[in-house]
């Protein structure tokens, strides 16, 4: 069965820094590409980035600069580093791994809240 964990949301005013940490079993992590996901209320979930197994990174337009990913395939654990932070960046995040097809995806965590106020 799948787990992914997330954690490390909070409260953090603009231009802050948060990590969000996500634990995941279920899933030959190390093998999978992973992802990071947000959504904002009254929006539809949105790829924030991906990693792949060999650490490669690609970044939605919107965080690009701001946000890093990166993965512990021996914890399997990924990371989500998000700095100089914005308001529109507001929305609950999760993990999960990352596929053409991942808005079909029947497993998610809880996620984790991230608030940005100005």
């Known amino acids: 069965q799948v787990q992914l964990v997330e954690s490390g949301g909070g409260l953090v005013q603009a231009g802050g820094s948060l990590r969000l940490s996500c634990a995941v079993s279920g899933i030959i992590f190390r093998f999978s590409t992973m992802g990071w996901y947000r959504q904002a209320p009254g929006k539809q979930r949105e790829l924030v980035g991906t990693i792949t197994r060999d650490g490669s990174t690609n970044y939605a337009a919107s965080v690009e600069g701001r946000f890093t990913i990166s993965r512990d395939n021996a914890k399997n654990t990924v990371s989500l580093q998000m700095n100089s932070l914005k308001p529109e960046d507001t929305a609950v995040y999760y993990c999960?791994?990352?596929?053409?097809?991942?808005?079909?995806?029947?497993?998610w965590g809880q996620g984790t809240q991230v608030t940005v106020s100005s």
């Open positions: 999960n791994s990352h596929s053409a097809t991942w808005q079909k995806y029947p497993y």
